[in-house]
């Protein structure tokens, strides 16, 4: 990714506010993955620890995963992880909100519409089913896959073993 991006004194003072107010302490590598978390918004383990290392160094995968966790844990951030899917962090954890996924190459991104989907959780209750997240999940092909199609057996390959990506699957694996 090689991408920088500029920590303003006043971004990490406000971000440093952010982790105080969820009682963690401020330290420089939980705001180096708070603001990887905006520059690369649903980034994977593996996307967000490159951003961590182009800003701070040498930084374990191990440590990035243990700062997103603590974030899901505190409401700064959230799981997104749709079928079939590597792990993706998103820091908009409160605010319903869908995703667009490519089913190539697991790109996703927000939906920013409103969606009245209070009749789906009214089915989904006389289901009997709790819902904790009314969130719904488009599925298709991203415009760069479109472009340049991947021959049918990556295709197939790239659903049934995201693994087979850069995305190591041991980025899945540390709960
Ligand atoms: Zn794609
Ligand atoms: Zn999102």
Known sequence: MGSTFPATPAMNSELAQLLRSRGLHATAQRLAVLRALEAC???TVDELTQLVRDDLGTVSKQAVYDALALFCEQGL?????PAGSVVRFDPR???VHHHVVCRTCGALADVEAELDTAAALAVATRLGFSVDEPEL???GTCATCQAHPPSDSRR???LRAPS???NSPDSQHHE
């Open 156 to 158: 197939s390959a790239s």
């Open 41 to 43: 918004p649903h980034g």
């Open 93 to 95: 954890a409160t605010d």
């Open 137 to 139: 999940v488009l599925w």
């Open 77 to 81: 951030a959230r799981r997104v992880q």
């Open 164 to 166: 087979s990506r850069s």
